[in-house]
């Protein structure tokens, strides 16, 4: 996959770091420095074009998944993950999702998917990714997610549904509210990296 990797400190987590729709690997970077500038970054493109736009996986519409594809993209990107530790040499059990939009989304799918893929998350404004399926084990993985409660893309309803699904299956999540819509605020960003401080 198209990405970017950049060398950090060996004891801190590496940020995985997932683009939203349209994005590429370039977006998040600066996030990176705010919420840990002393990790190693993993910043990877989407594979999937939608009208010349990357993405982590193909939808129908709207909010609504193209599961297969999904499922297919979400064993691309663990996979992927799992050769890059292997060439740049970093702890595969220490990788931290940051991920916003469709990258929170693909984020949630390998929490949701693949025990140990992540060591935490990091997700602003998720959805649900996949419903009826039995979570992994997420008793040390503890997620953030940052939501607006006008976001018309990321209904409140679903961000409560995820943090649902996911405590379930023993996360520990913070979710930090904002009053605007799907963009990611500043005060998100603080608060997100405040909560990566306080776990790792
Ligand atoms: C998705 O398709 O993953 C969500 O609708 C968010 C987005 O617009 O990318």
Same mark, same amino acid.
């Given at each position: 996959?198209?990405? &970017?990797?950049?060398? =950090? @400190?060996?004891?801190?987590?590496?940020?995985?770091?997932?683009? =939203?729709? /349209?994005?590429?690997?370039?977006?998040?970077?600066?996030? +990176?420095? &705010?919420?840990? *500038?002393?990790?190693?970054? $993993?910043?990877?493109?989407?594979?999937? $074009?939608?009208?010349?736009?990357?993405?982590?996986?193909?939808?129908?519409?709207?909010?609504?998944?193209?599961?297969?594809?999904?499922?297919? %993209?979400?064993?691309? $990107? @663990?996979?992927?993950?799992?050769?890059? +530790?292997?060439?740049?040499?970093?702890? %595969?059990?220490?990788?931290?999702? $940051? =991920?916003?939009?469709?990258?929170?989304?693909?984020?949630?799918?390998?929490?949701?998917?693949?025990?140990?893929?992540?060591?935490?998350?990091?997700?602003?404004?998720?959805?649900? !990714?996949?419903?009826?399926?039995? &979570?992994?084990?997420?008793?040390?993985? *503890?997620?953030?997610?940052?939501? /607006?409660? @006008?976001? !018309?893309?990321?209904? *409140?309803?679903?961000?409560?549904?995820?943090?649902?699904?996911?405590?379930?299956?023993?996360?520990? #999540?913070? #979710?930090?509210?904002?009053?605007?819509?799907?963009?990611?605020? %500043? @005060?998100? #960003?603080?608060? +997100?990296? +405040?909560?990566?401080?306080?776990?790792?």
């Amino acid at each position: 996959m198209k990405h &970017i990797f950049q060398e =950090g @400190n060996k004891e801190a987590p590496v940020l995985l770091l997932l683009h =939203g729709t /349209g994005g590429t690997e370039e977006d998040l970077l600066g996030l +990176a420095e &705010i919420v840990s *500038p002393q990790s190693a970054v $993993l910043s990877v493109r989407g594979n999937v $074009l939608e009208n010349g736009m990357p993405r982590f996986f193909r939808r129908l519409a709207e909010g609504i998944f193209d599961e297969e594809d999904l499922l297919f %993209r979400t064993k691309e $990107l @663990n996979d992927f993950i799992d050769t890059a +530790a292997e060439k740049y040499q970093f702890d %595969r059990e220490n990788v931290v999702a $940051l =991920g916003y939009s469709n990258g929170a989304n693909i984020a949630a799918s390998l929490l949701f998917h693949y025990q140990g893929s992540l060591k935490g998350a990091i997700l602003h404004h998720p959805m649900v !990714p996949r419903r009826g399926v039995t &979570i992994p084990d997420l008793s040390n993985t *503890p997620v953030f997610i940052g939501a /607006g409660k @006008n976001d !018309p893309i990321c209904a *409140p309803k679903e961000t409560e549904e995820l943090a649902t699904l996911l405590q379930a299956a023993g996360s520990v #999540v913070q #979710v930090k509210w904002e009053q605007y819509g799907h963009q990611l605020t %500043r @005060n998100e #960003v603080d608060a +997100a990296a +405040a909560w990566f401080q306080s776990y790792f």
